[in-house]
Structure formats: C-alpha cells, structure tokens
C-alpha cells in the first residue's frame, strides 16, 4: 500500500484528498482531506473506481 495523490482536474471545485491505496489502486483504506494531516482511517476498505481519476505517488507519507 502506497500513499497517493489525487491530481484528477474536476469540472467544479472538488478537492483532490490523499488516499491510501492498495497495489493495484482498487481500494482505499485511508485518506488525508485537503487542509489535514491527519488521515481518516475507513472501517473497512472502500472500492475505488479509478477510471477518469489521476493518481501521482504523494511527497508525503503518513502514520496510521
């Protein structure tokens, strides 16, 4: 699992979170909303659709 970027340029002012993501970017297990450094850990992991969204490597890492 890998600490991921959202760089996906919306149509209107949705923010772009970090997310912690599986190998093959299919399921989030936790994110950092913009303005945080704290990371939202899900309860259970949730299904990521990837199609459409752009994802980079994040500079950042974080502890959960």
């Known amino acids: 699992m890998k600490w991921y970027q ?28 913009v303005g945080s450094n704290t990371p939202q850990v899900f309860k259970k992991p949730l299904r990521i659709d ?4 752009k994802f980079e490597l994040s500079k950042q890492t974080f502890t959960i």
């Open 6 to 33: 959202e760089t996906t340029v919306w149509s209107d002012k949705t923010p772009n979170h970090i997310y912690l993501l599986n190998d093959t970017r299919s399921q989030a297990y936790a994110y950092v909303p």
């Open 50 to 53: 990837s199609r459409g969204r």
